[in-house]
């Protein structure tokens, strides 16, 4: 028997380690045989901390969010009594989160140990590798992927055999892989997830990779925001080389490959690929006119492939079970299956992983439950910073490229942040351009200077001063952004405001003509007033920094509206909803 | 930075780069590697002085102006020291939707102080950062120290609150 406590980023936050430690201690108290052992995120974050116990013929009870108070059961009921703990089990319900996925990026994680190697390779791990190293051509490699019709997750959406022939095309003998593991859309964590979960299936892609285009190094670029990610990618790298899987000679045959790890410093433009090299190269990290591209010139001025995590791991499956059976899934253009992470106001938040196709529905109702709380759906922003909103109208869109791409967002990374009737689309619109503004390298001076000005329109009409004429301003401007801009920060970071002027126009509108905010959301724009549940207990007028609101003890009590700053104290304070905002 | 030993009687003001050596015989002449230096010092120093920057400059042969220019445009590089626990608060898009600002609110109105800031008693120093990639858990902040990183998450005004008194409580 043996006792799996999940240890992603989400889990440990959840509490996992504690948990963990106690069912170490508990086990050690009443001299159990049975071993505590660790892995990465299953998807379903909303259960964390998720512990698994495994019985001897390999059979899977899984418990869910399990805090340290509730060990205890779990030990005496399913350790030492062999029957379920019925009251802590993962429900029918929430087992069909992870039903209703096709899982081949995240097929190891949440299962395997990924600290430990042998766990990978008892699954088929590393059989990809020795099948590609021993018995086929780098044109065979490419052309196995050209089948599976891959295309990259990072964001772009561009065919991968295709990057890998033009780096292995490229003439010179130092070549380099690199893959963008700077996942820095804020609201994506599939990347995070693997390297957690999984890292070997990111290793064993990039060594694919490498083998096809000629490389025999490569460098893996990290978020400094994942240290968890760097360790245990560490570890297994460590491992991989100890067992010859990495470094000199793979298999016994001539090909060497080995892989470094580089930590990035916290820029979203890294993510562009010359940026991200001029990063590696320890300068400040700002893009380039392509061409040259980097399969032709990139790290140190040699042929350089980048790809995204997501796209590695999935080499490895198409490799093992052929890229036809990869092409079975999604729809003929987009290929496979894709990563999202579910967040923002979601029932069931994780990461899913589905065939490309799938409607928008389907994700959002038929896995993650819906929204919380029921309040109405208003809204899923896909593509982050680089994305759009996508109108409830829409929402039996099927998600893949070219139909998200038709709505105005892009599938980008994968992250799927989900809206309601609570979110003001004028304010996630200014929530974005505040961080491309920040993020933008300021080599381009529309992006530079653009995005400023768009931003200080938007924070103009979420205060209450917006003026007529500001939404066609934002337009213009957003067009000459796009024009104006070399990268892909700035070409699409105008994307966020086009797009819910686009379906969400009423709103600007509600914001500049009628000063009142739909969602009741931007505070300047609010008005708090008082109801008749008021049973005049004055905690709220005692609260009220700027003592706006009056009444005796007992007596119903009013908001002096002249001097209300709109900060929003007395209605955190009021017991009886008694405070209303409009 | 300055002279480390204590009982120092010479009032010197000479930075003291020692523990920086090691790191900079593994990488001063290694191409690429400024990044990855800047890094090891912000761990060692807890921030980049301008003395280091010179310092670091002097070994690798890189122009300071240079070095600057690196360590500015990366926002995991800080300029001024920070306090003993760095309050990394999450801002992505995800925590943004659930009400990161209201949390932001309560570590000001708990700590006094702003993004950016430190305390004036050294212990806490608030940043926004991008995105910690705990979606689900959102919202969420990261309380790191030289012994641990605390991931927090699920916050409300109170949880927030009450993360940072116990904190306080276990420094008293």
Known sequence: ?582 | MTCKNSDCQCNCNTPDFTELAPVMEKYAKTPGSLITILQKAQDIYGYLSMDAINYISEQTGIKPAKIYGVATFYSQFRLKPIGKYLIMLCKGTACHVNGADMIEEAISEELNIKDGETTEDGLFTLNNVACLGCCSLAPVMMIKSASSDETYGNLTKDSAKKALSEIRQREA
């Open chain 1, 1 to 582: 028997m043996k006792v799996v406590v999940g240890q992603g980023s989400c889990g440990v936050a959840s509490g996992a380690k504690k948990t963990a430690a106690e069912f170490e201690k508990q086990i050690k108290e009443k001299g159990l045989n049975i071993s505590v052992d660790l892995t990465g995120c299953v998807g379903n974050c909303y259960l964390e901390p998720i512990v698994d116990v495994y019985d001897d013929k390999g059979g899977l009870t899984r418990y869910v969010k399990v805090q340290p108070d509730k060990v205890t059961e779990i030990v005496e009921k399913h350790l030492i009594g062999g029957a379920v703990a019925a009251d802590q089990e993962i429900s029918v319900v929430d087992k069909t989160f992870i039903d209703k996925q096709e899982r081949i990026v995240l097929r190891n994680c949440g299962l395997i140990n990924p600290e430990n190697i042998d766990e990978y390779i008892a699954t088929g791990g590393y059989e990809a590798t020795k099948k590609v190293v021993t018995s086929m051509s780098p044109d065979e490699v490419i052309e196995e992927i050209k089948v599976s019709g891959l295309r990259g997750r990072g964001g772009a959406g561009f065919p991968t055999w295709f990057k890998w022939n033009a780096a292995k095309a490229s003439p010179g003998k130092e070549k380099y892989m690199v893959c963008n593991a700077d996942e820095g859309d804020p609201g994506a964590f599939m990347d995070r997830s693997v390297l957690e979960g999984d890292p070997h299936s990111l290793i064993e892609g990039m060594i694919i990779g490498g083998f096809a285009m000629g490389a025999t190094e490569g460098v893996i670029y990290v978020r400094a925001e994942y240290p968890l990610a760097i360790h245990r990618l560490e570890i297994a790298m460590a491992q991989a080389r100890e067992k010859g899987l990495l470094g000199k000679n793979l298999f016994g045959t001539d090909f060497s490959f080995d892989l470094r790890i580089k930590a990035g410093a916290g820029a979203f433009v890294c993510g562009e690929e010359t940026a991200l090299i001029a990063s590696l190269e320890g300068e400040r990290g700002m893009p380039r006119l392509k061409p040259p591209f980097p399969a032709q010139k990139g790290y140190w001025q040699k042929p350089t492939n980048i790809n995204n995590v997501e796209t590695f791991a999935n080499v490895p499956w198409i490799i093992s079970n052929g890229g036809e059976a990869f092409g079975a899934f999604g729809t003929p253009q987009s290929k496979g299956t894709k990563v999202f992470a579910l967040a923002g106001k979601i029932k069931k938040g994780g990461l899913v992983e589905v065939p490309m196709g799938l409607p928008l529905k389907d994700v959002i109702y038929g896995i993650g439950d819906g929204i919380k709380n029921d309040i109405p759906f208003k809204a899923v922003q896909m593509g982050g910073p680089s994305g759009g909103c996508i109108p409830a109208s829409l929402i039996d869109t099927p998600v893949d490229y070219e139909n998200i791409n038709k709505t105005g967002a892009i599938v980008g990374s994968g992250g799927m942040i989900v809206m309601d009737e609570t979110t003001c689309m004028v304010d996630m619109a200014r929530y974005f351009l505040d961080f491309t503004r920040k993020e933008s390298c300021g080599k381009c001076n529309y992006c530079r200077v653009g995005t400023k000005r768009m931003l200080e329109i938007l924070e103009r009409i979420t205060s209450g001063e917006g003026k007529d004429g500001d939404i066609e301003l934002l337009e213009e401007l957003a067009m000459k952004i796009k024009d104006g801009s070399m990268c892909g920060l700035g070409q699409t970071a105008p994307n966020p405001v086009l797009t819910t002027i686009k379906y969400f126009r009423n709103e600007y509108e509600d914001h500049i003509y009628n000063k009142k905010c739909t969602a009741h959301s931007c505070k300047p724009l609010l008005t708090f007033t008082i109801n008749e549940k008021c049973t005049g207990c004055t905690l709220c007028s005692r609260k009220c920094p700027v003592d706006a609101i009056k009444g005796e003890l007992k007596k119903h009590h009013e908001i002096d509206q002249n001097i209300c700053i709109k900060c929003g104290k007395c209605e955190e304070t009021c017991r009886f909803n008694a405070i209303i905002r409009d």
